[in-house]
Structure formats: structure tokens, C-alpha cells
């Protein structure tokens, strides 16, 4: 391994040509990684499912597997499973790179057999550290298996300690690595008593008691049992080995051989994965307590009696404990009703709390009844000093006058917005064509309203894209075909209810791949 300096300064790493197998079946995914690999110097072979997957990890042979989980004819579980139980001697680590990180899905893959977890999207730093240190541990792999058929070919017969003794457990024989387990020369070891270098108290007297038995014939199970002893070199040090011992068949006197390992490196890996787990456990219940607390914060922010008072029905169905999908609802003092439905980028805490950070000001502004081209102003540039980069929100944004019967609004992002009629027909679509919030700075021209007038009693639809997006078992989305059968099937049941229904008659026992909300307005006659 070498380390070779790039333009900017840092570093890189220079390994063997190691082949990786990207396993997705989506082109722009495979392309980006293909990049990523490209810069790391890897091989890479490319496969854009499971079966094409094991196809090529049984003719090639790769050296590392990037896994995706949902993909077509055999998804990344059962390929994982498939290539564990192929086995052999080499260790290939499995990485998964998802976008599914809820807790389960990562306990599920790395129950299939996978070493480790990536969520989309890549940061590359973190990708390359995670490739570096596979290649590392895999460059041990090959240095250790390279010393282990170098020390073979010398010599087979010094791998381990061997002592031979006679039936007074005097050593009459050892091997130059018995020497070096013990830490003197081969003579020194010569009349020896065995139970001295190999049995600390208190095991020397059982296993001298069982020596015995086996001398007078009434311990067959002695020969050839493996035993772990604490053993003692010659200057004091103890350490723990192990022992096996067979009898030679020898003419005139009973001698036996003592084959001798020193296994204290392995005890030590031992003690530190053991050591391992505790921290990984402490860490597990310590992000769950903070997981709990960050939750009950977030909740505390959305001011759910405004929500109600409202009088708008919503839903939201996230895939993990946070949802990225935030809805709320509150009226003015003058009766005004502003709703807000959220979607941030990615899934769980992160997009969370995305979501959470413009909250306050969207009931700060409904206090001030603030113009919606102004509230949206300053929900995006709040957003665009707050949020890293490749951060955005999603978003719908509603001011309606009910008494007038006249509205206005801003749709960046997310699906297109519906006015469904008395007859469950969609009486007006308004089209999604603003950028999402916190990409860039907005000037007043930047923002674009929708106005809105209705003379007959309807209801304004806003959703998620994770409903129009959800696929079903045959890898069909929901789509807003779906949408509008649901709503003219829905007869006198809510079309809320409705909706969910269709969904889950869609999903089946699938979960959603993305968070839902739903947040239907009601406009009065």
C-alpha cells in the first residue's frame, strides 16, 4: 500500500486492483458509484440485479460487493443470502447502499450477511473512507495469506509447538517453535516437567488425574481432545494456549506428543470484540434515548391544536420514527386559513428536522397574516442560510378566505394540487412548477402565486410525492390515476379515508419506500 499525493493536497491511497461488483438496477445510481470507484482506482463490474449479481460473483470473483436492497427479479436480501451461502475460505464484505435506513432495514441486511450500511445519498468523503478501510482490511487479508503459504512451504511441521514426554511427564523432545512459545532454546526444554510449563494451578491436578487414567486405560477421551491451559514460559510469564496430545507408538517406553499453541493474540480479539459489542450496545440505547427525546421535542414544536381547530383533515404516515413530511394548519385573527404541507429531502431525523426548522415561522407569519408571496420570501431565505447543500424542502403553501370564497397558491416541488367537486371529479388542477425551498435566494419576481376561486363546494387535495410515488408488489406506482379512482369510488366514505384505503390495497403487506402526507382543504359554497 502507498500513499500518493493528489492536486489539492490530501492524500489517496494506493492499493491492489481490487474488484468491486455494483449490484443496482437503477443507470444513474451505477454511474455514480462507477465515478466514485473510477477516482479510488478499483476494478468495478456492474450488475443491475440479484441474479446478474451472483451470475458474476461465481465467474469473476469480486472483491468487494455494493449491494442495493429493492430491486427487480431478486432483491438485495435474498442476493445477499445467496452469496454468503456460496462460502469459501475469503472473506468478501458485503456493503449496503440504500436508500432504506430505517432501523429494521438495516438489521434486516446485515442479518442476510452484509458487513456494513451506506444511505443514498453518497457523500463521497464518507464513501471513500468506508472503500480505504475495506481495501485496507482486505490488503491484511491477502499479506496474512500470503505469509501463511510462504510458512508452509518452508516447513509444515512448525506451526505449532511440539514437546514430546514420556509417562513421568519429563520432555525428552521439542520442536524450534515450541522453543519460541516458551522463550529459550530447544536443549533447555530437554527433562522439563510438562505439567510446570503447561498446567498453572489449580488445572494441573485434574488434568494430571486424567493423564493418569488414560495410562492405566480409563480415559479413551484424553487422546486427541483439544484443551485450553494457561501456560508458563520459562521466565515466568504466563499465557493461554492450547494443547492436544496423542500417544506414539513406541516399542520399549509410552511416549507422547504435546502439540502446543499460543493463542494469546486470539484471546486478545476475543477480549476486544467482546469489549466491541458493549460499546456498540451502550451507543444502540443511547442514540434510542436521544432518538425519543429529539421526537418529543419536534412534537412540541407543531402546535397540533391549531391543526384541529383548523378544521382540515390531514394524514401522515412516515417510514421510520421521524417523518421528513410535515403538515400543518392554523387560522388568523381575522379567519384567514393557512396551511403548509412539507416535504424535506431524505428520510428519518436528518429530513426532520429540515422540516422542523421553518415551523416557527409559519406561525409566526399566520400571526402577522402576512401576504403568501412575502410568507413564501421568507420561508425560502430563512431555508437557504440554514440548510447544507443538496438540502431542500418541498412544499405547498395555501392562504384561502372562505367567507369570500377566494385563495391563493404556492406549490414548489411537490405534486400537482387538486380542486375535486361535489361529484368527485377534478374540477381544477394547479400545476407544481416552482423550484423547493432553500435551493437559492428569491427576489419578490421570483415567486410565482396561483390565485384561486371556487363558487361551488369542492376540496383542495395536497399530498406528499411519497403517495403518487408508492409502488405496490408489481413495481407500479400509485400515480394520480389511483388518486382520482379512489376519490369518485369513495361514495359517502371521507375521501381521506378513502385514499388510505386505495393505498393500502396497493401496498399489500409492502411498507412505503418515501414518508405520505395528505392534507385535504375544505371550500366552502
Not at 492405566?216 to 494443547?243: H, M, T
Not at 392562504?399 to 385563495?407: F, I, N, W
Request: net charge negative; aromatic share 6%; proline share 3%.
Amino acid at each position: 500500500m502507498q500513499r500518493e499525493q493528489n492536486r489539492d493536497g490530501t492524500h489517496k491511497m494506493s492499493f491492489r486492483n481490487f474488484r468491486v461488483l455494483v449490484v443496482d438496477d437503477t443507470q444513474a445510481n451505477r454511474a455514480l458509484l462507477r465515478a466514485y470507484l473510477n477516482r479510488l482506482e478499483f476494478q468495478i463490474l456492474m450488475a443491475e440485479d440479484g441474479e446478474q449479481a451472483l451470475d458474476l460473483y461465481k465467474s469473476d470473483r469480486p472483491d468487494i460487493v455494493l449491494m442495493d436492497l429493492m430491486m427487480p427479479k431478486m432483491d438485495g436480501f435474498e442476493a445477499i443470502r445467496h452469496i454468503r451461502a456460496l462460502g469459501g475460505d475469503r472473506w468478501v464484505p458485503i456493503v449496503i447502499v440504500s436508500a432504506m435506513d430505517a432501523e429494521y432495514d438495516i438489521v434486516r441486511g446485515l442479518e442476510a450477511g452484509a458487513d456494513d450500511y451506506l444511505n443514498k445519498p453518497l457523500s463521497y468523503q464518507v464513501f471513500a473512507a468506508k472503500m480505504q478501510n475495506l481495501a485496507r482490511a482486505l490488503e491484511f487479508q491477502v499479506s496474512r495469506e500470503e505469509a501463511r503459504q510462504r510458512e508452509a512451504a518452508v516447513s509444515d511441521a512448525v506451526v505449532d509447538g511440539i514437546l514430546t514426554f514420556d509417562a513421568t511427564f519429563r520432555i525428552v523432545g521439542a520442536n524450534r517453535s515450541a522453543a519460541g512459545i516458551f522463550g529459550c532454546r530447544e536443549q533447555d526444554l530437554q527433562g522439563v516437567e510438562i505439567r510446570s510449563l503447561l498446567l498453572d494451578q489449580p488445572l494441573a491436578a485434574p488434568w494430571a488425574e486424567a493423564f493418569m487414567a488414560h495410562l492405566s486405560g480409563n480415559a479413551p477421551r484424553f487422546i486427541g481432545s483439544l484443551c485450553e491451559v494457561i501456560g508458563r514460559r520459562l521466565d515466568g510469564r504466563r499465557f493461554p494456549s492450547e494443547i492436544c496430545i496423542s500417544e506414539l507408538p513406541v516399542a520399549d517406553q509410552r511416549l507422547f506428543i504435546a502439540v502446543v499453541r499460543d493463542i494469546s493474540e486470539r484471546k486478545r480479539v476475543e477480549h476486544q470484540l467482546a469489549d466491541n459489542a458493549a460499546r456498540l450496545q451502550q451507543y444502540h440505547d443511547e442514540a434510542e434515548a436521544e432518538a425519543e427525546l429529539a421526537k418529543d421535542i419536534m412534537e412540541r414544536h407543531i402546535r397540533r391544536d391549531a391543526l384541529e381547530q383548523s378544521g382540515v383533515r390531514h394524514c401522515v404516515m412516515p417510514t421510520h420514527r421521524f417523518s421528513g413530511d410535515i403538515v400543518l394548519a392554523a387560522r388568523s385573527r381575522s379567519g384567514k386559513l393557512y396551511a403548509m404541507l412539507a416535504d424535506a429531502t431524505g428520510h428519518g431525523l436528518a429530513a426532520a428536522m429540515s422540516g422542523l426548522a421553518i415551523v416557527n415561522d409559519f406561525y409566526r407569519a399566520v400571526e402577522d397574516e402576512m401576504p403568501l408571496r412575502r410568507m413564501v420570501l421568507m420561508l425560502n431565505n430563512a431555508l437557504t442560510e440554514l440548510l447544507p447543500i443538496g438540502r431542500f424542502v418541498s412544499a405547498a403553501l395555501v392562504v384561502l378566505d372562505q367567507e369570500v370564497r377566494t385563495g391563493a397558491l404556492w406549490l414548489g416541488g411537490v405534486p400537482d394540487v387538486l380542486r375535486i367537486g361535489l361529484d368527485g371529479h377534478v374540477a381544477q388542477r394547479f400545476l407544481a412548477d416552482q423550484l423547493p425551498l432553500g435551493i437559492q435566494t428569491w427576489q419578490d419576481e421570483d415567486v410565482v402565486i396561483q390565485p384561486l376561486e371556487w363558487t361551488e363546494h369542492s376540496e383542495l387535495l395536497l399530498c406528499s410525492d411519497g403517495l403518487i410515488e408508492a409502488e405496490g408488489g408489481a413495481g407500479i406506482a400509485f400515480g394520480f390515476e389511483s388518486v382520482q379512482r379512489a376519490i369518485l369510488d369513495a361514495g359517502s366514505m371521507n375521501r381521506l379515508d378513502a385514499l388510505r384505503l386505495a393505498l393500502h390495497r396497493h401496498l399489500g403487506d409492502l411498507a412505503g419506500h418515501d414518508d405520505i402526507s395528505m392534507l385535504l382543504l375544505d371550500l366552502p359554497e
